[in-house]
């Protein structure tokens, strides 16, 4: 079974810039989850969709981050304009959540991309 | 406000002795617990969790955990560690809103060095 495929691995823009990030799920999961892990940190949920509705996003700043789902299944994840604070990791997960992204699912993650804000 | 405490930022340990990862936790009710483990360069990888049952949970890679309620604690173990187990373990617990509606909340993370 393949995994949560993320890209890109690694960025560097500078601050103002935009930046798009691109996570394909595993195949019949319907719940994915954005994260922002910054070093040191646990991850801090950013956005959770269920197949392509918004379940959460209360921790998503929205005047610069965006998400979609189109479809219900790739998503993206963009930032305009960066700034310096944005430079993190941003983890991509899915489970499977057959109601609203199951409490009780085991969520599989991406590798990764690791932003860096210069 | 709900929590999750990882109290030890790093553990040391030599190869071959047991390990144990410290996670306490301050939810109200019934909360899930997961442990997950984070490779150098690489996401979050899944290792078990607790939802209910029997308190001690088996997961990956040999390790278990032990969810004892009335010291809201979940500890990682495994029995004889090893060094490719060198990593950063993150527990993990759900917040107690209702239903579906339960938040995931993350430790910090602890880091586990297996010396050889």
């Given at each position: 079974e393949a995994g949560v495929a993320q890209s890109p691995r690694y960025k560097i823009i500078e601050k103002r810039q935009s930046v798009a990030f691109w996570c394909n799920p595993i195949s019949g999961h319907a719940t994915l989850y954005w994260y922002q892990q910054i070093l040191g940190q646990g991850p801090k949920l950013l956005i959770q969709f269920q197949n392509n509705g918004v379940?959460?996003?209360?921790?998503?700043?929205?005047d610069r981050f965006s998400a979609e789902r189109l479809k219900g299944v790739d998503s993206t994840l963009k930032i305009?304009?960066?700034?310096?604070?944005?430079s993190a990791v941003y983890l991509c997960a899915s489970s499977?959540?057959?109601?609203?992204?199951?409490?009780a699912d085991t969520q599989y993650f991406g590798p990764g991309t690791r932003l860096t804000v210069l | 406000a709900q929590s999750v405490a990882q109290p030890e930022d790093q553990v040391n340990v030599a190869e071959g002795n047991p390990l144990t990862v410290k996670c306490t936790y301050s939810v109200s009710g019934n909360p899930y617990l997961f442990w997950y483990v984070q490779y150098p360069n690489r996401g979050l990888q899944f290792l078990l969790k607790y939802i209910?049952?029997?308190?001690l949970v088996k997961g990956s890679y040999g390790f278990e955990a032990e969810f004892n309620k009335s010291q809201t604690s979940f500890h990682l173990k495994k029995p004889s560690a090893l060094v490719s187990d060198s990593a950063l373990y993150f527990c993990a617990v759900t917040t107690s809103n209702a239903g579906n509606n339960r938040k995931l909340i993350w430790g910090l993370g602890t880091s586990l060095a297996v010396n050889p």
């Open positions: 379940v959460d996003d209360s921790q998503l700043p929205k305009q304009p960066a700034k310096l604070e944005d499977p959540g057959a109601l609203a992204g199951g409490p | 209910t049952g029997d308190n």
